[in-house]
């Protein structure tokens, strides 16, 4: 009864604040307790961003070094969800880059479902089934900042710092993005 | 939509209005069954996205369960060392404890009170001179139902009589912020995200 609760569970209920100041000071438990609670999130951010799961993984693995290297110098720990998000978003772009550069692949890489797979069958039929094909349709550069919009939740100007390209250009994208996914899902409905 | 009377507004018009709910064009929109068909596209939109995120992430998390403790277990997080602290020893030798490993000594001392967990600690003081002043601050997140004036003295004495045996710093205060009030714990199983 009086044995002390393990580290981790001790701070399974901290909030995200505590754990970025503990991380901050060097606590590995708190960070990742931090990783556990948001890892499925940027995870599901990678693989939306990234064309393969291999990748994905890869980026949340780098996402995760970069958060703890530099996590002392967040100044508001309670933002840490969305920081993390953002470096995800970054280290995603990054590795698509490099992927680019070495031209091993097609401009338009398959993306991870485009065929909904026999887990998926279950929601098959659904909205959400008829945007991820919709969403697997669209070119690259228009899915890439639709994702940082909807799953990141960053605004123009941070899409286009990511991208490096002008935050008109992120709204003519998200423009045409926005466009062509209500059209594909009305005519699904 | 009617094509033939297109009121001219575009989506990225509608999308502005959506994410900032106010337009300059907000009294056309309004009453123009083009501008409302669309916003009602846009949020059936919206409502998919958050419904697909919800999917992937439910699907990213429970996937080869254990993938994020192998991907935790390779990055060999290393802890971080801070300034070196001098330790009285033989003078020949050159004995120190690193700041990283004192601050995670107050971390503890703090946890293993009932109802304290510690966040940000810092040792304001030149903590590389023996003998200098040192106060030790930390940020504390404290769970309802302690008195906080009692928990912050069981802290500062807890904290004092710790660093008197494992270091040789001149403790002058030790300050407690309480930053954060924790709901009382949950029934054992109904914690949320509590799948360790």
């Known amino acids: 009864m009086t044995r002390s609760n393990p580290p981790a569970h001790r701070l399974a209920d901290a909030p995200d604040a505590l754990l970025a100041e503990r991380a901050g000071d060097g606590d590995v438990a708190a960070f990742e307790t931090l990783a556990r609670r948001h890892g499925p999130l940027m995870r599901a951010y990678s693989r939306r961003l990234m064309s393969s799961v291999a990748e994905a993984d890869d980026v949340v693995q780098e996402s995760l070094i970069t958060a703890w290297k530099e996590i002392g110098n967040l100044r508001d720990g309670a ?40 887990e998926q069958s279950a929601v098959t ?31 123009y100007e941070e899409i286009a710092q990511t991208l490096g ?25 | 939509m009617n094509p033939t009377r297109d009121c001219g507004r575009r989506i990225w018009d509608l999308s502005d209005f959506l994410d900032t709910g106010a337009s300059p064009d907000a009294e056309h929109i309004a009453h123009c069954p083009q501008c409302q068909a669309r916003l009602a596209g846009l949020r059936s939109l919206h ?22 403790e192998t991907m935790l277990a390779n990055l060999r997080l290393e802890t971080r060392a801070g300034r070196s602290i001098p330790l009285a020893g033989d003078p020949s030798d050159q004995l120190s404890e690193t700041e990283g490993a004192v601050i995670a000594l107050v971390r503890n001392i703090g946890d293993s009170l009932g109802g304290v967990l510690i966040g940000r600690c810092r040792l304001d003081g030149d903590v590389t001179v023996p003998g200098a002043p040192v106060e030790v601050n930390v940020n504390v997140s404290a769970r309802y139902g302690y008195p906080l004036p009692g928990l912050a003295e069981q802290l500062r004495e807890a904290v004092v009589a710790g660093l008197l045996v494992e270091t040789e710093l001149n403790v002058a205060a030790v300050n407690v912020a309480f930053t954060d009030m924790r709901a009382p714990i949950a029934e054992p199983g109904t914690e949320e995200g509590g799948k360790l």
Not at chain 1, 83 to 103: E, F, P, T
Not at chain 1, 130 to 150: F, H, M, N, V, Y
Not at chain 1, 168 to 181: D, E, F, P, Q
């Open chain 1, 125 to 155: 039929g659904s909205a959400r089934q008829a945007l991820s094909r919709a969403l697997a349709g669209l070119p690259e550069e228009q899915r890439r900042c639709w994702i940082l919009k909807e799953y990141g939740g960053q605004s």
């Open chain 1, 79 to 118: 933002a840490v969800k969305a920081w993390l998000m953002r470096i995800v978003g970054h280290r995603a772009v990054d590795a698509g880059r490099r992927r680019k550069s070495h031209g091993t692949i097609t401009d338009q890489p398959e993306p991870i479902d485009k065929a909904p797979g026999p």
């Open chain 1, 165 to 189: 390209i002008s935050a008109a250009s992120v709204r003519g994208r998200l423009a045409r993005a926005r466009t062509t996914l209500v059209t594909e899902l009305e005519e699904w409905r």
């Open chain 2, 47 to 68: 409502a998919a996205a958050l419904e697909l995120l919800e999917d992937d992430v439910a699907s990213a998390g429970t996937e080869e369960s254990g993938w994020l």
